[in-house]
């Protein structure tokens, strides 16, 4: 019996002596890559997977290998720019992360700072770590703007003519709908009839409610403003023909029957020095991208890449 138990705590010391050691091995630092005198390491390549991941959740469903080697091209990437910005920039008296962050919360599903760094946190991530790739990213779009701004041709006599050739006034209809189905023992006449009659009797919203077998019946059929450019053009066509209720259109998933219960048109207001200036830096993005591509290609090609 004491032979068993020693036994047993002899096993048991080899089971947890061989799990520290795998733990161990995997939480080991090792260096995968070097950039020219800079290093990459697997506790790098593993941060930035998750990184990717948190900015981009859909990537879980790639394969494992895929997202290592998305994660490597992504890291050795930032690692380039890093070195040649580093020839001009003091990344310790620099800090343009914060700005960045602020930008990425305003655009994001964030409430504020505090719901990103818990977010950060849920997916193991350090604040510091994000805020350094966003650091590195933004400062390089800085140093290529003030590169290759004088290169940038922008015409803008085009984007104007652009800017005063979209409509400035659209058509909105007010409808209620209700769709319906034939049965197979049914015909289009006799069920046609019994809707018309409740509509004539009850009034739209009633027949709608009994007949319709869209989600709309329980509004009463009401659909709301639309405009006419997102109606299909038959179904328009059939609009344009009556003062208030359609005859029965076939579509898709059965009939429909439309109630035109009010029209309009919408002046859209175009604010022609702000949509000049919304083309002009999209179109100056476009531009210092190229260059931008261009030039990053050219100091890859002489930046020393050993995978170690």
Do not use: C
């Amino acid at each position: 019996m004491k032979n068993t138990r020693n036994f047993y705590l002899v096993f048991l010391v080899l089971i947890i002596s061989f799990i520290s050691n795998v733990s161990l091995s995997e939480n080991k630092t090792e260096i995968i890559y070097k950039i020219n005198e800079e290093i990459i390491t697997n506790i790098d390549l593993n941060n930035e997977e998750k990184f990717l991941i948190f900015l981009n959740p859909n990537l879980k469903n790639l394969l494992k290998d895929q997202i290592t080697k998305i994660s490597k091209n992504s890291l050795i990437n930032r690692k380039i720019k890093e070195v040649e910005l580093k020839k001009i920039y003091d990344f310790e008296k620099s800090n343009s992360g914060e700005k960045y962050v602020k930008r990425f919360i305003k655009n994001s599903k964030y409430k504020n700072d505090q719901d990103l760094r818990n977010s950060l946190e849920q997916s193991n991530l350090e604040y510091e770590f994000l805020l350094k790739n966003f650091h590195i990213d933004n400062i390089w779009r800085e140093f290529i703007y003030e590169k290759f701004k004088s290169q940038v041709k922008i015409n803008v006599d085009v984007l104007k003519k652009q800017i005063q050739e979209q409509k400035t006034n659209y058509e909105e209809l007010n409808l209620s709908e209700i769709v319906f189905k034939i049965e197979a023992n049914g015909n289009l006449k006799d069920l046609s009839k019994q809707i018309y009659d409740e509509i004539n009797s009850s009034g739209f919203e009633a027949a709608a409610s009994i007949y319709s077998i869209s989600e709309t019946k329980k509004f009463g059929g009401k659909l709301g403003w639309i405009k006419s450019s997102q109606i299909s053009k038959d179904i328009y066509n059939e609009i344009k023909k009556i003062d208030t209720i359609t005859k029965p259109i076939k579509t898709n998933n059965g009939f429909i029957i439309l109630k035109l219960n009010e029209k309009r048109i919408v002046e859209k207001k175009i604010n022609l020095e702000e949509e000049l200036q919304k083309l002009i830096n999209t179109e100056t993005d476009k531009e210092l991208n190229k260059f931008g591509y261009i030039y990053f290609n050219k100091i890859k090609k002489r930046t020393f890449i050993s995978e170690i």
